[in-house]
């Protein structure tokens, strides 16, 4: 298991210097500032690798070995005129990177919207801070601030109800902080941020596409970028959506187990994989995590580690838990990825998946879900796991 921690770069308010102290080896990045659909020029991504490396011959060293996210252009989702060269960009990014010896690369398939919550400092009863998705403030500001046409036939009429006494309870600035949350607000995405109307205009765009031509149009991408990534032995990580149903909607295609299965059956290359984002996929009750983490055992290339607790009325609200209690057996997720990699003869990049806001980080600065000391403690118990059940075999 190669324990990973996710940088944002030199502007990111956890420092190299400090990821080293985590116990971290592997580095999980990107160039964020190259406007999304444009190639990632290999002397720029030698530079990066370079600032990972800095301190590498006294101290430490670090690798920047995964890629966390090559963004895919919403041309390429919807198949529109001249998307092929978003496509080709795509590609040359991914041979820049393979150039410099990096070689897994995850990246992810949701139209308009990346990951997805409604409160970035949700307290929990301890006192840290967790991120939260609360499907009653999302409905809220899908049907009374985005207003989004059609929207009231995706919801029943409790749902509708519950989301207007939800809306009702919002000041103007509450308002304001929920639209900025849900259409611009998370560290990392791979979308681009939007005001009100530009996302309206986004949304539009899939008016008439449903899940069958996303897939198709998914399968079509990979036609064209496994055979190369084939040749450079490059492997994909597909993110799930986050969370893994339908929003806006929009058809989302990799949600659950039966959506791998229609992925890999249409491009068997063994390049095709996944990031078992153990969260995401554990937002469903009817996902089974330590099923999937076996069933999906060659596939798994990338696996994000961090828990989720549901809410017990309302199944599709959940707040980040801390990375061992939560609904989610993340014991026994980690047992069978140990046991994968023992049977494969391989080993696969983890990283703590966020983490809460406590202690010092809650005076300072931090990427939401991004903060140090949290992610540390998650890293922490998630290494005893692993050191624990690796001792057993
Ligand atoms: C959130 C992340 C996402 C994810 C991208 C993957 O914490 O899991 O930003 O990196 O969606 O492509």
């Not at 895919?72 to 998307?83: E, M, Q, Y």
């Not at 205009?201 to 036609?223: K, P, T």
Request: aromatic fraction near 8%; charged fraction near 25%.
């Amino acid at each position: 298991m190669r324990e990973s921690w996710r940088w944002f770069g030199p502007n990111d308010p956890v420092s190299l210097a400090e990821i080293r102290q985590t116990g971290a080896t592997d580095i999980v990045s990107a160039l964020h500032d190259i406007p999304i659909g444009e190639a990632w020029p290999r002397d720029r991504i030698a530079a990066h690798k370079a600032m990972v490396e800095e301190d590498n011959a006294s101290l430490t060293p670090l690798h920047w070995t995964v890629v966390e996210s090559i963004p895919v252009h919403d041309d390429i989702k919807l198949a529109a005129d001249g998307h092929g060269k978003y496509v080709a960009a795509w590609i040359k990014s991914m041979e820049n990177l393979a150039a410099e010896g990096i070689k897994t690369i995850c990246y992810n398939f949701m139209p308009v919207i990346d990951w997805t919550r409604t409160d970035l400092r949700y307290q929990l009863p301890s006192g840290v801070y967790a991120l939260r998705f609360d499907q009653d403030r999302f409905a809220a500001f899908d049907l009374f601030i985005l207003k989004r046409e059609n929207a009231q036939a995706d919801y029943c009429v409790d749902e509708i109800a519950r989301a207007k006494s939800t809306f009702e309870t919002m000041d103007a600035a509450e308002q304001a902080e929920l639209t900025q949350t849900i259409i611009a607000g998370l560290p990392g995405r791979m979308t681009d941020a939007y005001s009100l109307d530009d996302f309206r205009a986004a949304l539009a765009r899939y008016a008439h596409m449903d899940h069958d031509a996303l897939r198709a149009n998914l399968v079509a991408f990979l036609a064209r970028v496994l055979p190369v990534a084939e040749k450079l032995d490059v492997k994909l990580a597909i993110h799930p959506d986050d969370p893994p149903w339908d929003m806006f909607g929009l058809p989302r295609v990799i949600c659950t187990p039966d959506d791998l299965d229609q992925l890999f059956e249409a491009a068997p290359s063994p390049c095709n994989g996944i990031t078992l984002c153990v969260g995401t996929y554990g937002s469903r009750p009817d996902n089974d995590l330590p099923q999937m983490a076996q069933q999906f055992r060659d596939r798994i290339h990338f696996a994000h580690l961090r828990g989720v607790t549901r809410d017990p009325a309302e199944q599709r609200s959940f707040f980040e838990a801390s990375h061992l209690d939560s609904d989610i057996n993340m014991v026994a997720v980690i047992r069978n990825l140990v046991d994968n990699e023992r049977a494969l003869g391989r080993e696969i990049f983890i990283r703590p998946d966020h983490g809460h806001l406590m202690l010092g980080d809650i005076s300072k600065t931090s990427n939401p879900g991004y903060s140090a000391i949290g992610r540390m403690k998650g890293l922490a118990e998630i290494r005893g796991v692993i050191r624990a059940v690796s001792a057993e075999v």
